[in-house]
T-cell receptor, first 116, second 113 residues
């Protein structure tokens, strides 16, 4: 099973709302990622978690707050977003690559976020 | 630094035509190379990969060979179908912890019947 699931599929939120995106994988992967993808662009990395610890934050604004409650789950908490944050948010997972081997990442279907 | 350059589309082909999407890379170190496909309204799916020079990745009739001497990883398919219409991303990953994928800009392929 190489499935990464994400909920919700679509989300519309106002600039004062608080919402969360959820991601789950059951492949035993210990690295999980959040990407943001704007239309007709490649995904841009936001965060990387390795063994449930944040290892990379690509200078993402604090209105995005990631959380990794356990090795299978990854959340992205959203607060006070701006309309330019509207995008497809993709979650991915991979085997941990800290031991000198590079593994492929498996992506979920994404959450289409619209900020009004 | 690490970067991926792929031909920009859109590419429009007739069904059963031969497909080539060019991809070249620059990398500090020895990268693994990937092709991902994104169908309309969906996330990215791993199409194929290669982890060392002269490796050939293949899947669903698509192939790409890791060419270290030309720093290339071109995607090919002998006979495309309408269902192959999607955006294709070439990507690399250099072994250095859980490094992010470095993506090319993507190539949109449209196959017409």
């Amino acid at each position: 099973d190489t499935e990464v699931t994400q909920t919700p599929k679509h989300l519309v939120m106002g600039m004062t709302n608080k919402k969360s995106l959820k991601c789950e994988q059951h492949m035993g992967h210990r690295a999980m990622y959040w990407y943001k993808q704007k239309a007709k662009k490649p995904p841009e990395l936001m965060f990387v978690y390795s063994y449930e610890k944040l290892s990379i934050n690509e200078s993402v604004p604090s209105r995005f707050s990631p959380e990794c409650p356990n090795s299978s789950l990854l959340n992205l908490h959203l607060h006070a977003l701006q309309p330019e944050d509207s995008a497809l948010y993709l979650c991915a997972s991979s085997q941990d690559s800290t031991r000198g081997v590079s593994y492929e990442q498996y992506f979920g279907p994404g959450t289409r976020l619209t900020v009004t | 630094g690490n970067s991926v350059t792929q031909m920009e589309g859109p590419v429009t082909l007739s069904e059963e035509a031969f497909l080539t999407i060019n991809c070249t890379y620059t990398a500090t170190g020895y990268p693994s190379l990937f092709w991902y496909v994104q169908y309309p309204g969906e996330g990215l799916q791993l199409l194929l990969k290669a982890t060392k020079a002269d490796d050939k990745g293949s899947n669903k009739g698509f192939e790409a060979t890791y060419r270290k001497e030309t720093t290339s990883f071109h995607l090919e398919k002998g006979s495309v179908q309408v269902s192959d219409s999607a955006v294709y991303f070439c990507a690399l990953s250099v072994v250095r912890g859980n490094t992010p994928l470095v993506f090319g800009k993507g190539t949109r392929l449209s196959v017409i019947a």
